[in-house]
């Protein structure tokens, strides 16, 4: 059940950054069922995530990132998933 909120949780970053980084974009990025599996589409076509993650001690500062920024980029990667998982009491 834990790694089912943190894929959900990375999920829903994921279209948080998508829906940012396309707000002038005549539509949304969504998720949705064609021909019984779940797709992502981008202005209305089939997007394919080339991802990164990272790992929830990586996103601790900007100052940080701004290595891991250029590492993603040199792999052109189109997505970077960051992950913060709460401690569980």
């Known amino acids: 059940m834990r790694n089912y909120n943190i894929w959900k949780r990375a999920l829903y970053i994921a279209l948080a950054v998508f829906a940012t980084s396309s707000l002038m974009?005549?539509?949304?990025p969504k998720v949705e069922k064609k021909h019984g599996t779940w797709q992502m589409t981008v202005d209305g076509e089939p997007y394919l995530m080339l991802a990164g993650e990272?790992?929830?001690?990586?996103?601790?500062?900007?100052h940080y990132m701004a290595d891991i920024w250029?590492?993603?980029a040199k792999k052109n990667l189109n997505t970077v998933i960051a992950v913060q998982i709460e401690n569980e009491v």
């Open 25 to 28: 974009a005549q539509q949304l």
């Open 54 to 62: 990272l790992h929830n001690s990586s996103t601790g500062s900007s």
């Open 70 to 72: 250029q590492r993603m």
